[in-house]
């Protein structure tokens, strides 16, 4: 009860943060869309991940030292963040063909695929309500991806594909946060994810950026790292209900940033299958929000 309390005593804290963090997502997601244009998608992730993992540790190793990556479940581990990588490819490749704003928005539904994956592999009950909320949400991302029956948007399907992938990422980091601290999850990730992208990158051909775009490769990743540290921060100072919903400010800033940089207007379909894919996840936070109480907090995925 005195924990409850001394964390509520945080909670403007604890949005100030998420706040924060979802100004850099939106940012790093912009340079990714940019940097996409003229670098092969594994190069741009393996820029980002690699400077993720420098601002990581400088934050978690000083702290925890050498023995935040003991563990006994690596294997699990390994295929938590292979699936990751395969996710982040599908979201680096939806960004190429998609506007920023319809790729973040169709990625808000992955708590809909986490649920269903929760379901199927940690044997959490769906129920009436959260079985509505799932249908409700999937009708959303079909506004956002707006299917028409003579084209085929190829954006759209990558931007699903990636939202699947990123929902059974979810479902395995709760499995894994059993055992695992925040701290261990968020190193495995960041070191697999880098070896991934680095062992992938001559397959995928390497361009020898000029100083320039190096910096933009760079700080891409790092607006990366940062924005994983202030997210997990705030969900250490305030609980989930509280600060979970300012994260959808990160279509509010993607919108902004699309039109600034590419001039892209938000289309009436985004904005209402937006809307609806955000009601839908704020109602799952909502609903589970007992259960979530109780559970330590565990860092995001970074897109």
């Not at 990123?166 to 697999?192: H, I, K, N, P």
């Not at 400010?249 to 985004?270: E, K, R, S």
Request: overall charge positive.
């Amino acid at each position: 009860m005195s924990a409850a309390r001394r964390r509520s005593e945080h909670i403007p804290l604890g949005v100030a943060y998420m706040l924060g963090s979802t100004v850099v997502f939106a940012l790093s997601q912009a340079l990714s869309k940019w940097l996409v244009a003229d670098f092969s998608f594994v190069e741009v992730l393996d820029f980002r991940a690699l400077g993720s993992l420098a601002i990581c540790a400088l934050l978690i190793l000083p702290r925890t030292g050498l023995a935040v990556f003991h563990t006994k479940r690596l294997k699990a581990h390994v295929g938590r963040n292979v699936t990751q990588a395969v996710a982040q490819s599908f979201f680096m490749l939806a960004l190429a063909f998609m506007p920023l704003a319809g790729v973040v928005a169709v990625n808000f539904s992955s708590p809909i695929f986490a649920a269903l994956f929760a379901s199927l592999y940690l044997h959490e009950k769906i129920g009436r309500a959260r079985g509505i909320a799932l249908l409700v949400g999937f009708a959303g991302v079909l506004l956002v991806a707006s299917p028409r029956v003579d084209t085929v948007n190829i954006g759209a399907l990558f931007a699903v594909a990636n939202a699947v992938m990123f929902g059974s990422v979810t479902a395995a980091v709760r499995g894994l946060s059993a055992t695992e601290t925040a701290e261990t999850l968020t190193m495995y990730q960041m070191v697999l994810l880098s070896a991934f992208f680095s062992v992938a990158l001559p397959f995928y051909g390497f361009a020898a950026p000029h100083p320039g775009d190096a910096g933009l490769l760079i700080v891409n990743g790092m607006l990366n790292g940062i924005g994983q540290y202030w997210w997990t921060r705030a969900l250490s100072l305030a609980p989930p209900a509280a600060v979970g919903p300012f994260y959808y400010f990160t279509l509010v800033w993607a919108m902004i940033l699309g039109f600034l940089v590419w001039g892209d207007l938000p289309t009436p379909a985004l904005l209402a299958g937006a809307a609806i894919v955000a009601a839908s996840g704020l109602y799952l936070l909502w609903h589970e929000r007992p259960r979530r109480a109780a559970a330590q907090a565990v860092p995001p995925t970074i897109e």
